[in-house]
């Protein structure tokens, strides 16, 4: 079983950055794949990235030329560069692995 924890998440004003972080624990041999997603008030968690061991990155269009998501395998984590953030990037955001959710951190753009 494999244990997230999210960090980095806060408040933040229009076209300003955060960097998230997920640190994975437990049986991370399993891992191929870490992904984020998010849900804002009232909506559906969506997907918003991933990267898998070999490199190959996924991002929704919505965050595409302002997020970036990279790793770092012998840390066992992995990061979400988020720029020019918008209001309506406004969410909780997950990380996630095939069978593991972490349990959040709040991403707030607000002037």
């Known amino acids: 079983q494999v244990q997230l924890v999210e960090s980095g998440g806060g408040l933040v004003q229009p076209g300003g950055s955060l960097r998230l972080s997920c640190a994975a624990s437990g049986s991370i041999f399993s891992i191929n794949a870490m992904g984020w997603y998010r849900q804002a008030p009232g909506k559906q968690r969506e997907f918003v990235a991933r990267?898998?061991?070999?490199?190959?990155?996924n991002y929704t269009d919505s965050v595409k030329g302002r997020f970036t998501i990279s790793g770092d395998n012998a840390k066992n984590t992995v990061f979400l560069q988020m720029n020019s953030l918008k209001p309506e990037d406004t969410a909780v955001y997950y990380c996630h692995v095939p069978g593991a959710w972490g349990p959040g951190t709040q991403v707030t753009v607000s002037s």
């Open positions: 990267i898998f061991s070999s490199g190959i990155t």
